[in-house]
T-cell receptor
Framework: DQQVKQNSPSLSVQEGRISILNCDYT??????FLWYKKYPAEGPTFLIS?????DKNEDGRFTVFLNKSAKHLSLHIVPSQPGDSAVYFC????????????FGQGTELSVKP | DVKVTQSSRYLVKRTGEKVFLECVQD?????MFWYRQDPGLGLRLIYF???????EKGDIPEGYSVSREKKERFSLILESASTNQTSMYLC???????????????FGAGTRLSVL
């Protein structure tokens, strides 16, 4: 049972435009959400996170939005740059998860010059 | 900066061999994790550990075991490698499970294992 889902395996965006990556979850006990970025042949690196007490968190070009009622979060990248091309994973955690993260399947973003 | 080091970037092994994947972290983190990454399946948790000599099964522990004799080191063992264990293996660590904000996991570069 996939508790965290990223339904778009891939996304292609023009340089300078907005990239929007989506993630849905089913477990209402999740209260902390993270996004990771992964380049080929490297490990994932932490990008940004959000607690369930917030609905938005910004860090430079990256903004994560959380809609608890819809059990949906999204990552916005503005403006998109070719160096943003990577696989993006969303992950969820909660006090009842014992420190574990539950990952989605990933979305491969391609930013074209 | 947190550093998680995996001993090998690439490994090629034969079916039936015993395989050891080593992971070391230098930030005195309590928690360590082993995942495998396969296309379309994301990161799947194999085993994790909250403390020395402690281990917990993740979502796909079959065919694997782990060892944590020292806080900084977490080893993944494939008792008898099979072709369906060909994958990218990722080790991660995090500070504590007690505070959610400290659940951020830091990953190693990964080991690409091919079992022939």
């Amino acid at each position: 049972d996939q508790q965290v889902k990223q339904n778009s395996p891939s996304l292609s965006v023009q340089e300078g435009r907005i990239s929007i990556l989506n993630c849905d979850y089913t477990n209402s006990m999740f209260d902390y959400f993270l996004w990771y970025k992964k380049y080929p042949a490297e490990g994932p690196t932490f990008l940004i996170s959000i607690s369930s007490i917030k609905d938005k968190n910004e860090d430079g070009r990256f903004t994560v939005f959380l809609n608890k009622s819809a059990k949906h979060l999204s990552l916005h990248i503005v403006p998109s740059q070719p160096g943003d091309s990577a696989v993006y994973f969303c992950a969820a955690s909660g006090h009842n998860q014992g420190g574990k993260l539950i990952f989605g399947q990933g979305t491969e973003l391609s930013v074209k010059p | 900066d947190v550093k998680v080091t995996q001993s090998s970037r690439y490994l090629v092994k034969r079916t039936g061999e015993k395989v050891f994947l080593e992971c070391v972290q230098d930030m005195d983190h309590e928690n360590m994790f082993w995942y495998r990454q396969d296309p379309g399946l994301g990161l799947r948790l194999i085993y994790f550990s909250y403390d020395v000599k402690m281990k917990e099964k993740g979502d796909i522990p079959e065919g694997y075991s782990v060892s944590r004799e020292k806080k900084e080191r977490f080893s993944l063992i494939l008792e008898s490698a099979s072709t369906n264990q060909t994958s990218m293996y990722l080790c991660a660590s995090s500070f504590s499970r007690e505070v959610l904000a400290k659940n951020i996991q830091y990953f190693g570069a990964g080991t690409r294992l091919s079992v022939l």
